[in-house]
């Protein structure tokens, strides 16, 4: 298993463009998430979906939008990039037993908006 | 609202030494704690979970340890190496849907 993937590994973009963070798993995990984090801010949730075709904001979504059309794949698309977005993109999965499982997170996306 | 605190930030000592790493949260409604791992530049590697029905975890030389009544956890680590040098962080999985609220980490450095 390859576990979760996540690309790109590095991003720098400039005010306003847009661009999507690729996420996958294999583990045929129904829980996906994507968090960011920041120096000081610790990670913060930015949206999850309990499955496919099912998604919802965590506690900071403005600026960002997500879909889940297979179990596999959850991309967090940036609508018009700006510099406060800055910082380290985390993808994960779990099961979605709450309570019993870990959750497994990606290498993380570096992203930087000039 | 669910808030996780992990007090020293940073923590160095020497070689050899057992340590003990803090976190609390405030709402003891939880369904586990788990424990990561983040070296510099890298994702997050799980170390412990602990389900809200336990009270401890055992892998090797770590031991975590739930006290939900007082909303505290504790990582135990057992003769400390420099390869133990990394962030580590607490998190707690509460309210609906696996949502996890981090603490901010505690960044320690195992002096050779």
């Known amino acids: 298993n390859a576990g979760v993937t996540q690309t790109p590994k590095f991003q720098v973009l400039k005010t306003g463009q847009s661009m999507t963070l690729q996420c996958a798993q294999d583990m045929n995990h129904e829980y996906m998430s994507w968090y960011r984090q920041d120096p000081g801010m610790g990670l913060r949730l930015i949206h999850y979906?309990?499955?496919?075709?099912?998604?919802d904001q965590g506690e900071v979504p403005n600026g960002y939008n997500v879909s889940r059309s297979t179990t596999e794949d959850f991309p967090l698309r940036l609508l018009s990039a700006a510099p406060s977005q800055t910082s380290v993109y985390f993808c994960?999965?779990?099961?979605?037993?709450?309570?019993?499982?870990?959750?497994?997170f990606g290498p993380g996306t570096r992203l930087t908006v000039l | 609202k669910q808030e996780v605190t992990q007090i020293p930030a940073a923590l160095s000592v020497p070689e050899g030494e057992n340590l003990v790493l803090n976190c609390s949260f405030t709402d003891s409604a939880i369904y586990n704690l788990q424990w990561f791992r983040q070296d510099p530049g890298k994702g997050l590697t799980s170390l412990l979970l602990?389900?809200?029905?336990?009270r401890e975890q055992t892998s090797g030389r770590l031991n975590a340890s739930l006290d939900k009544s007082s909303g505290r956890s504790t990582l135990y680590i057992a003769a400390s190496q420099p390869g133990d040098s990394a962030t580590y962080l607490c998190?707690?999985?509460?309210?609906?849907?696996?949502?996890?609220?981090f603490g901010k980490g505690i960044t320690l450095s195992v002096r050779p």
């Open positions: 998190a707690v999985e509460s309210g609906a849907n696996s949502k996890l609220t």
């Open positions: 994960a999965s779990t099961t979605g037993t709450s309570g019993s499982d870990t959750q497994y």
């Open positions: 602990i389900q809200s029905s336990q």
């Open positions: 979906s309990v499955g496919a075709g099912i998604t």
